[in-house]
């Protein structure tokens, strides 16, 4: 099994819809993070949180939310899907305070029509 | 903060060449930094990383890295590469002590697309 697992993988929702994209490790690390990758812009940083308590806006976080509901769960939202929110999301987790290095998911691969 | 760029957005190469990755940063102080594969469809994995030391790393699968302070820089290569390596590949940056342990986020760069051709 996976020590960082996304669900759902893929999900094709409408405009206008809520979604939730949720990611639970198993790796024990108190660090977890959203990523969004968008061809040619590589990996941007939505979320992070350096524990249970803490939440930070990464550089893209319009239109998303997270909530951190214990160690190893961190979840996702987007409260109202739009079409250039399409991407490639993926979660991660790093030690704390560790070296910064990333442990990743497999990655949701999201469409809004 | 730190921004990462990487000069290449797609790179074509036949088996056996050898490959070089450019990949700079822009951050005044130390430093940890990374190289991370994307396979096609797959997630990312670390392919090698320098926190201090010798600024010559080496990865898996036969790829190394050199860390040029001066120029900062950290180059991804790979005297000879297969088929196997088409995939995309991150270089990464995060700022550091001097002792390798991180301050906070990771920061990416673009990308760069490698096709080897059999």
């Known amino acids: 099994d996976a020590d960082v697992t996304q669900t759902p993988r893929n999900r094709i929702t409408k405009t206008g819809k809520r979604i939730m994209l949720e990611c639970s490790q198993t790796k024990g690390h108190d660090r977890m993070y959203w990523y969004r990758q968008d061809p040619g812009l590589g990996l941007r940083l939505i979320y992070y949180?350096?524990?249970?308590?803490?939440?930070n806006k990464g550089e893209i976080s319009d239109g998303y939310s997270v909530s951190r509901q214990a160690q190893a769960k961190f979840s996702l939202s987007l409260e109202s899907a739009i079409p250039n929110q399409t991407a490639l999301y993926f979660c991660a987790t790093s030690t704390n305070p560790g070296t910064g290095e990333l442990f990743f998911g497999e990655g949701s691969r999201l469409t809004v029509l | 903060a730190q921004s990462v760029s990487q000069h290449n957005h797609h790179v074509i190469l036949s088996e056996a060449a050898s490959l070089e990755l450019g990949c700079n940063y822009s951050?005044?102080?130390?430093?940890?930094l990374f190289w991370y594969v994307q396979y096609p469809g797959q997630h990312l994995q670390l392919l090698l990383k320098y926190f201090s030391g010798d600024p010559l790393v080496k990865g898996i699968k036969g790829f190394e890295a050199e860390f040029i302070k001066s120029k900062f820089s950290f180059n991804l290569r790979k005297p000879s590469v297969q088929w196997s390596d088409t995939a995309e590949y991150f270089c990464?940056?995060?700022?550091?002590?001097?002792?390798?342990?991180?301050?906070?986020?990771?920061?990416f760069g673009q990308g760069t697309i490698l096709t080897v051709h059999p």
């Open positions: 949180s350096f524990d249970v308590k803490d939440i």
């Open positions: 990464a940056v995060n700022a550091a002590n001097a002792g390798g342990t991180s301050y906070g986020k990771l920061t």
């Open positions: 951050y005044g102080g130390t430093v940890n």
